[in-house]
């Protein structure tokens, strides 16, 4: 990789991709080279619409193409394991769009993979490498709030027309498209480990999940209660409770502002996230770094909480009897 400027193949034209394109495009250390869609039409167009130098109509020859730095897989998560494990053959690091794959046991196969081959894997989970986190864990071990008791969180869109968020061999659901964000929200504001789960789901007729309550018991006593639905439009806000005050996140899974409470509701703090692109350039740029130190994961996102993430949604998944056709039986 050259030092100054990071080349990134986009594989899959569709919806987040833009976003991915815009963002690349408008920054300094890191450049959109090449997009790859399974239409070369298809890809032409979004090229041109993006400025990208290079388009492929199969994934296969981005993979191949020697000047790409970075993949980064924006397919539905269905297919992120075939495309993530192809491109490690070919020794590129990959950043792959949440949920990092269907199940825990497609992401042990890449995590083996990476380690043996020693190629970079990440999961854009973008939440995870914002300021953000640090800004929190700041706030939390200052003692702004006291003592953390309560995390509760929402997320909740509109989005059941699309194909790939009811369908089950698209590994459709609220969970893998929302609920990561919820789940990755109480994960990146404390360690305390998570030592009970318990949840309640409703489900498309398609059997992936629509809504779903999930709360987690955390080691030190915090409780969490985390709501979605991808059946309707919700305010996404984020609470984090402790006993002198309280921290609110106006979008847990695009935070711009940070509001501190003291005890009574009186407004004390509004600090808001620094001047971005679009959010996107934070994982990005992780990776970018990553990979110039020769590191094959993110320290923002381990590949053992990658795992840690996928397990408990597998957990999550049986426990609502929601099954996608590359599980395991079990
Ligand atoms: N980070 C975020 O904020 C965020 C937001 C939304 C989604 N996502 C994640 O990004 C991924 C893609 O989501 P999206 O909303 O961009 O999806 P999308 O608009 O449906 O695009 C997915 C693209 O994947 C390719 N693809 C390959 N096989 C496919 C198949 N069988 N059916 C449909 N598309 C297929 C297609 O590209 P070609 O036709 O060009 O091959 C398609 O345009 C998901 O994992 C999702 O969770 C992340």
Known sequence: ????????????????AEKAARTLTA????????????????ARGFAGRFGIPRAYGSYDALLT??????????????????????ALLQGKPCLVEKAFMANAAQTREILDLSAQRGVFVGEAIWTRYMPVVGMIRNLLAQGRIGTLRSITAAL???????ERVIRPELCGGALLDLGVYLLNFVRSCTDSPIVKVSSECIRFDTGVDKSEVITLTLADGTLAALS???DCAGVNTGVLAG????????????????????????LEEEIPVPERITGFEYEFRACRDAIAAGARELAQMPHAEILAMMELMDGLRRAWGVRFPMDETD
Do not use: Q
């Not at 990789?1 to 987040?16: E, F, N, P, S, Y």
């Not at 921290?247 to 005890?263: G, K």
């Open 65 to 86: 193409d020697p000047d790409i730095d970075l993949v980064y897989i924006a397919t539905p998560h269905s297919h992120h394991f075939d495309v993530t494990r192809r």
């Open 156 to 162: 909740s869109y509109s989005i059941a027309w699309k």
């Open 27 to 42: 920054m300094d250390d890191m450049t959109p080279l090449a997009i790859g869609s399974r239409s070369e039409e298809k």
């Open 243 to 266: 006993t002198e005050g309280c921290i609110e996140v106006d979008n847990v899974n695009n935070p711009s502002l940070l509001r501190i409470f003291r005890i009574g509701g009186i």
């Open 228 to 230: 979605c639905s991808a």
């Open 1 to 16: 990789m050259d030092k100054t400027l990071c080349r990134v193949g986009i594989i899959g034209a569709g919806h987040i």
